[in-house]
Each structure stands twice: as C-alpha cells, then as structure tokens.
C-alpha cells in the first residue's frame, strides 16, 4: 500500500522554493491494550456528564471546545472556529541557517517526517539533499503547523530529506537540576571500563537486532489464559539487586564483566542470547480447556480476534501476534 502524503508544502531555499510532500516517518507500534470490565465479564464506557449537573450526559455531538481565561471563565470556539485557526499555518517551511548536522543534541528530537519532491520539484529538492550531504550541514528552519510553530531540522540521507521537529528550550528540562554529585574514577576502573566497551563495540546501529520482547511475554500470557493456563510472572535477573548496601568493589565487577564477556565470545562467538521465558510455549498451551472463570464472553461483545489456540506440537508463530496488535 502507497503512502499517503499528510500535505504539500515549499521548502524556501534562498529565492527557490521546492515544492515537496510531507509523510509520518515512524508509526507506533501498538500496545497491547486491556478493556474495562464489570467483574462479571461485561464491557464498560466511558461517559461524559456535565460538571453543573452530574445527571445529565453530554453526547460527543453537542461538545465544543473552551479556553479558561479566568478561573471558571472559558471563552467558547466553535468546530469551524477551531478548523480556521489550523487552516491559518504556513506552508512555507522557511531555512533560516544551516548548521553542521550533529550540532543538534538528539534529546531536542520530536517527531520525524519524511519530504519527497512534489511536481516540478525533483532537479532543486535533489540539489538541496547533494549540497548538504557534500557540506556536512543539515538545516534549521521555521514551520507553522497546526496552529503550533515548530522549529525544524532538515537533514539529507541519500534517498531523500528528512523533518525532525524540535522542542523548543523551554520544552528541555535541565540535567543540571539534578544536582549530581561530582565524582572522579580512578585510573584502574577507567582502563577497565575502556577495555569493556571495546569489547562490546559496534560501528552501525541495527534496528533489526532488537524486538520488544516485553509484548511478546504479555502475548503469549494472553493465549496462555485463553489456554486454560494461569499467568505466571517471568523473572529478570537483571533486576536483582547485586549488592544491597554493600560497598560494591566497582573494579572487580568490571573485570567480572570482561572475563564474562570474553568466555561467552570464544564459547559461542556472536550467537544472539537466548530467547526469554517471555517467547517460548506456554506449557500445555493448545491440550487445556479454557477454565470458565478465566474466559468470559459477553453478550454484547465480540470475543477477541485472532486469540486461537495452536495445536499441541505447533510452536506459537510471532507473525500472527504482530497481525493481532494491528486490528
């Protein structure tokens, strides 16, 4: 499926201006979502009633949108009201400087976009994009959008441009504010600690490598209940404390780690850990009947979607888990 440009916006560079498509560059991945329930197994809703009279509810039809200028005192927008406000952004995303692109401290990162030449703006958008990859300059500039201004970073990859809006100062708070006691490493531990990273090292970061196993763990718990099963916490042994109060002899720990690091190198060289507890079967998944105090199935509601039990030899696909969080 294509994607779907969210607007078409210029890109003023000096006295060119391109004419460029705005796309969403990430998408959320869903979480695993639980509904609100009577304990009788019955679906709740939410309802909206007025503050003035507690009794009376407020179908979505009848709302508007208020700004409380004074304590208890709104002034009221109509939709249309709203929709001007929104419709009076600029769709001039104005270059202000160019800077060198990592310059920015990423913590100053907010959503990412996507910009691809619109009609007639292929030769200057690729002229931009082959310019600031050759200075090593990536840049800021100004956009309204959504009755919001934005300050933005426009950096070249070498398939296109990328939007990153950034947050305003005001919007960063201060490490600083933290009030971090000062503390020095001695020369051993910071030799030690060196030599751990440069075993650990890598060039290029590969989104591949990673997953969330976390909803992984709390899917296979789903179709353990819908099994029959009961949920069994998963321990992490990374979360046990290693040392309580105790005074922890830092230098130690590090060469713990390296000689660590350094068996499980020469035993299985880069083979990836194994998998958690979270991924793996749930124990007689797909033989048990579902308890009848686990499973409730409403009468006004439909049971969940793609929730089926795997026969017994089968080991449960990641795929269908995926298709089930994007319904």
Same mark, same amino acid.
């Given at each position: 499926?294509?994607?779907?440009?969210?607007?078409?916006?210029?890109?003023?560079?000096?006295?060119?201006?391109?004419?460029v498509?705005?796309?969403?560059?990430?998408?959320?991945?869903?979480?695993?979502?639980?509904?609100?329930?009577?304990? /009788?197994?019955?679906?709740?809703?939410?309802?909206y009633?007025?503050?003035? +009279?507690?009794?009376?509810?407020?179908?979505?039809?009848?709302?508007?949108?208020? &700004?409380?200028?004074?304590?208890?005192? &709104?002034?009221?927008?109509?939709? +249309?009201?709203?929709?001007?406000?929104?419709?009076?952004?600029?769709?001039?995303?104005?270059?202000?400087s160019?800077?060198?692109?990592?310059?920015?401290? #990423?913590? &100053?990162?907010?959503?990412?976009?996507?910009?691809?030449?619109?009609?007639?703006?292929?030769?200057?958008?690729?002229? %931009?994009?082959?310019?600031?990859?050759?200075?090593?300059?990536?840049?800021?500039?100004?956009?309204?959008?959504k009755?919001?201004?934005?300050?933005?970073q426009?950096?070249?990859?070498?398939? $296109?441009?990328? %939007?990153?809006?950034?947050?305003?100062?005001? /919007?960063?708070?201060?490490?600083?504010?933290?009030?971090?006691?000062?503390?020095?490493?001695?020369?051993?531990?910071?030799?030690l600690?060196?030599?751990?990273?440069?075993?650990?090292?890598?060039?290029?970061?590969?989104?591949?490598?990673? /997953? +969330?196993?976390?909803?992984?763990?709390?899917?296979?718990?789903?179709?353990?209940?819908?099994? $029959?099963?009961?949920?069994?916490?998963?321990?992490?042994?990374?979360?046990? #404390?290693?040392?309580?109060?105790?005074?922890i002899?830092?230098?130690?720990?590090?060469?713990a780690? %390296?000689?660590?690091?350094?068996?499980?190198?020469?035993?299985?060289?880069?083979?990836?850990?194994?998998?958690?507890?979270?991924?793996?079967?749930?124990?007689?998944? $797909?033989?048990?009947k579902?308890?009848?105090? +686990?499973?409730?199935? #409403?009468?006004?509601?439909?049971?969940?979607? $793609?929730?089926?039990?795997? #026969?017994?030899?089968?080991?449960?696909?990641?795929?269908?888990?995926?298709?089930?969080?994007?319904?």
């Amino acid at each position: 499926m294509a994607a779907r440009s969210i607007a078409s916006l210029s890109l003023g560079f000096g006295l060119v201006s391109i004419p460029v498509r705005l796309f969403s560059a990430t998408e959320s991945s869903a979480a695993v979502r639980f509904n609100l329930m009577t304990k /009788e197994g019955g679906r709740v809703k939410q309802q909206y009633v007025s503050e003035a +009279d507690p009794k009376l509810v407020v179908p979505r039809s009848e709302m508007v949108k208020g &700004y409380e200028f004074e304590k208890d005192r &709104y002034v009221i927008f109509q939709p +249309d009201e709203l929709k001007a406000l929104e419709e009076g952004g600029s769709h001039l995303i104005d270059i202000v400087s160019f800077i060198p692109e990592k310059a920015v401290d #990423p913590i &100053y990162f907010d959503k990412a976009y996507f910009l691809a030449p619109d009609k007639r703006g292929g030769k200057p958008y690729h002229l %931009l994009r082959a310019a600031m990859q050759e200075s090593g300059r990536c840049a800021l500039a100004r956009w309204a959008w959504k009755s919001k201004q934005y300050v933005v970073q426009v950096r070249a990859q070498d398939d $296109g441009l990328v %939007l990153q809006q950034l947050l305003f100062a005001d /919007e960063v708070r201060s490490i600083g504010d933290l009030d971090i006691e000062p503390m020095t490493p001695s020369a051993a531990e910071l030799k030690l600690a060196l030599q751990l990273i440069e075993q650990i090292s890598a060039d290029t970061y590969d989104p591949t490598l990673f /997953e +969330d196993e976390e909803k992984k763990r709390i899917l296979a718990a789903i179709d353990a209940k819908i099994a $029959g099963n009961k949920v069994v916490a998963v321990d992490h042994p990374e979360d046990v #404390p290693t040392g309580g109060g105790d005074v922890i002899d830092l230098t130690e720990m590090l060469r713990a780690s %390296l000689a660590r690091k350094t068996g499980s190198s020469s035993a299985g060289g880069s083979a990836k850990p194994a998998r958690t507890a979270a991924s793996s079967k749930p124990a007689g998944r $797909g033989t048990a009947k579902p308890a009848a105090d +686990d499973v409730v199935t #409403p009468l006004t509601s439909p049971q969940r979607k $793609g929730a089926r039990r795997a #026969p017994a030899s089968v080991e449960p696909a990641a795929t269908p888990a995926r298709a089930r969080m994007k319904k």
